[in-house]
Every structure is written in C-alpha cells, then in structure tokens.
C-alpha cells in the first residue's frame, strides 16, 4: 500500500504559502524593464556594451536576478 500522506506533505511544502509572491530567479528584458521602470532599448543597449550580463537561452537574454542587482546598484553609484 502507497503512503499518500507523504506525497501530499511533500507536495504541500513546495508550494509558497498564501499570499507571499515567489520572486523570479531571472527575468526576461521585458520584465526587467517593467520592474526597473527602464526602457528595453536601454536595457539591451547596456547589455551590447557589457554593462548589464545576461545568459542566451537560444534566442532569448534572460537576465539573472543578481546581474540586474547588480547593474543597478553600479549605476546609481
């Protein structure tokens, strides 16, 4: 006989509770732009210029968390 009581636990454990927002690990220019209320041409002029790191997922830049954290607090410096 299966123990379905631990699958739910588990199951229950990997989702966020209620009403707390999962922060992306990584965002698309798009939402980057959003978020930073920066224009995308900006963003990717950034990124041509080595300023603003990103990773090619094949066609798209996503741009990781830490690399926008970082673009921006070298900027406002």
């Known amino acids: 006989m299966k123990n379905t009581t631990t699958a739910a636990t588990a ?18 220019v798009e939402e980057a732009a959003q978020a930073t209320r920066l224009s995308r041409d900006l963003l990717y002029d950034e990124m041509r210029a080595g300023r ?3 990773l090619k997922v094949g066609r798209r830049r996503i741009i990781a968390r ?12």
């Open 11 to 28: 199951s229950s454990k990997s989702q966020a509770a209620p009403g707390r927002r999962i922060e992306p690990l990584a965002y698309t």
């Open 66 to 77: 830490q690399h926008l954290d970082a673009f921006l607090t070298r900027r406002a410096s």
């Open 52 to 54: 603003l790191a990103y």
